[in-house]
């Protein structure tokens, strides 16, 4: 998260992926989205304690580097880009933090994701030049906050349900936050109905 501001989220579908995005309305005001996750300030959150939590069936798999966060920062007048990144979450699993999205499903897997050192140390500088900028320059910045997960199935056969759901939990919320539960991995990867039992790629 080239992370930077109040928000709104807004869970949506993008093809090919499942993409939760989390909006930036205008960094400073208020967030549009119910409680809790109006809680989540991106100018403030500590990105070192940022987690997010997949939970799906054994007969799929989130492979190395599919679970990512991108982040678009802009000139709200003008459209420009001023910031991108794209950051790619680094597994670390705790056995007390994967049960505390897993007692819908016990039999299902949980992986937890955290934002690399390398990047913590990056967007909090990012977030300490944002503050220091004069309000009337925060007003006119812009973006979004997007969380993507990809998937595969273990069995090339297997046309089944492959349904996913995401967590977000960071310093401001106490415990994880639902962003998307539930939701079958296939109808984000299918072209058409007639592609849905065939959606999901095969791990390699």
């Keep these: ?3 930077l501001s109040s928000c709104g989220a807004n ?4 093809a090919r992926t499942l993409l939760i995005a989390l909006f930036l309305m205008a960094f400073g005001t208020a967030s549009s989205f119910a409680a809790p996750l109006d809680r989540f300030n991106p100018a403030t959150t500590d990105p070192d304690l940022f987690r997010l939590a997949v939970r799906h069936p054994d007969r799929m798999k989130v492979p190395d580097g599919a679970a990512t966060v991108h982040v ?36 299902n897997v949980v992986t ?17 030049k944002y503050l220091a900028m004069p309000q009337s320059r925060q ?8 969380i993507d997960v990809t998937g595969c199935k273990l069995d090339a056969a297997d046309t089944g349900e492959m349904l996913i759901s995401t967590y977000l939990k960071t310093s401001e919320l106490e415990t994880f936050v639902a962003l998307a539960e ?13 592609d849905l039992e065939s959606s999901i790629p095969p791990c390699s």
């Design 139 to 146: 007003q006119t910045i812009g973006g979004s906050l997007s």
């Design 182 to 194: 539930n939701f079958d991995l296939r109808n984000s990867q299918a072209s058409s109905r007639n």
């Design 1 to 3: 998260m080239s992370v």
């Design 112 to 128: 937890v994701y955290r934002i690399p050192a390398k990047q913590v140390a990056e967007l909090r500088a990012l977030q300490a």
């Design 72 to 107: 678009v920062l802009s000139d709200k007048e003008t459209g420009r880009v001023v910031q991108e990144k794209r950051i790619e979450l680094q597994r670390t699993t705790t056995g007390e933090q994967a049960a505390e999205v897993r007692t819908e499903a016990p039999e």
């Design 11 to 14: 869970p949506r579908v993008r």
